[in-house]
């Protein structure tokens, strides 16, 4: 079985270790801080200038001057802190953040990374996705393995224009769990229940598959 | 007397030499932090073909975008334009043109445009459509490009509260932009929600020194909620 979107969050948070500042992207990424493990700190960025980002509030807390990178409401946790956006890039491209979790359209061999512009549909824009990219060492990208229409987003070489180059060396999807290294995909783990024939027939990508490849385990 | 006072009193004041095809500079992410009356007295005073350097350009209705009613924008510099029909629109139908700027980018261009820096090398956009004509240079084996800093005609600026001498400071994530903002215009404008006198702020928690401020005005605030999500207590 794929992963639904909360394990997958909960195969992430596995990642998280004691101490640790960390960046979540919108989406599956934000789902992570559910998972931190009990008696683990650790301390949330977000990019709009807050370190430290507690949940959303109560009815009763609800401030418009506190919202994180998502425009979301959001509370400060004590020991909190609070600076401009410049500073705020600053930890990030001075890579001073420990791990950044963000989803992607797709992902290559080289680690390079499309998340942000699909050209002829509408243009969003980047936000602060190339510059967590382009600052992190620690890096985790989670997405579907496969598009609706069954299209692989593990890649040899990026279709889209990328949010960064070079940069990604982990990545979790419904289906496995993925190492990049020497321009190769290195398959880790699976979901449960998924075979590795239907990971190997849904990476586009170079793929190597050890004799044994684990279940992921929760 | 005191030639630090910069205080004004109405906000058709506020922006006295604005003219078409000026750039302004304007702090606030999202819905928060944004200098929200002189947005609106931009769109009274009617200024056109203006280039507008801000992160967003407001969502539908709010912010920024109410400049987009009458075209009074040619030019965006930001990092994320979504929830915004309007600027879509007329993104889709050329009628403004828009540099897509990464956010910590964004930033430094901002900070260094204040701090007479007029460009940086960074990794950011190094290998994607942002780095177009761009200057690389490698440093310690890694490679970066060349950005140049922003500054602007007028920078427009939403601070918590200030002292008379323009003294600044932010509340909570209202911050964001306007510490940078308030370094980088020819004439920096800003409103606060409270402006007390000198010497009632503490001088080791001001954000942004009264130095870069030249006109200030006591404004009301609407500060609308994009997302509002909430828990049960």
Aim: charged fraction near 25%.
């Amino acid at each position: 079985m794929a992963l639904s979107r909360e394990q997958l969050a909960m195969r992430v948070a596995q990642e998280l270790q004691d101490g640790y500042y960390v960046n979540l992207g919108i989406g599956i990424p934000t789902l992570v801080a559910n998972y931190v493990p009990e008696g683990m700190d650790v301390m949330l960025q977000s990019e709009n200038g807050l370190l430290g980002m507690g949940p959303f509030p109560t009815e009763r807390e609800v401030d418009a001057d506190l919202i994180n990178a998502g425009k979301q409401t959001v509370t400060a946790i004590k020991g909190a802190s609070i600076f401009s956006s410049a500073d705020s890039f600053a930890m990030i491209r001075g890579g001073h953040v420990d791990l950044t979790v963000l989803g992607a359209f797709e992902v290559d061999v080289l680690g390079n990374i499309a998340s942000y512009m699909i050209p002829g549909k509408l243009i969003k824009g980047m936000g602060g996705a190339m510059d967590l990219v382009a600052g992190a060492d620690n890096i985790i990208v989670t997405m579907t393995h496969a598009s609706k229409h069954g299209e692989s987003k593990l890649l040899q070489k990026c279709s889209l224009p990328l949010t960064g180059a070079g940069c990604i060396k982990k990545v979790v999807t419904d289906l496995a769990y993925m190492e990049i290294a020497e321009g190769k995909f290195w398959l880790k783990e699976r979901a449960p229940g998924v075979s590795v024939d239907d990971i190997v027939k849904l990476t586009a990508g170079e793929l190597v598959v050890p004799e044994v490849v684990p279940e992921m385990e929760f | 007397m005191s030639g630090f006072n910069k205080v004004i009193d109405c906000y058709e004041e506020a922006l006295n030499g604005l003219e078409d095809g000026m750039t302004i500079i304007a702090g606030g992410f999202g819905a928060c932090g944004v200098p929200e009356n002189l947005i609106t007295e931009i769109k009274r005073r009617g200024a056109k073909d203006l280039t507008v350097v801000s992160n967003n350009c407001g969502s539908d209705n709010l912010g920024l975008a109410v400049l987009l009613e009458e075209k009074q924008i040619k030019k965006m510099v930001a990092s994320y334009v979504g929830e915004n029909r309007l600027f879509e629109r007329q993104m889709m139908e050329g009628e403004i043109e828009v540099e897509l700027t990464p956010q910590g980018t964004l930033a430094e261009k901002i900070r260094a445009g204040g701090a007479g820096i007029p460009a940086f090398y960074t990794a950011t956009g190094y290998n994607t459509p942002v780095a177009e004509g761009k200057d690389v240079r490698e440093f310690n084996g890694r490679k970066y490009i060349l950005e140049e800093s922003i500054t602007g005609d007028f920078a427009i600026v939403k601070a918590w509260k200030a002292d008379t001498y323009g003294n600044l400071v932010y509340r909570h994530t209202a911050r964001n932009f306007n510490p940078m903002v308030a370094t980088a215009g020819k004439i920096t404008v800003v409103e606060v929600e409270e402006i007390v006198e000198p010497g009632e702020l503490d001088p080791n928690e001001i954000h942004t020194p009264g130095i870069y401020v030249d006109r200030l005005i006591k404004g009301t605030f609407i500060k609308p909620i994009e997302q509002r999500t909430v828990r049960t207590a």
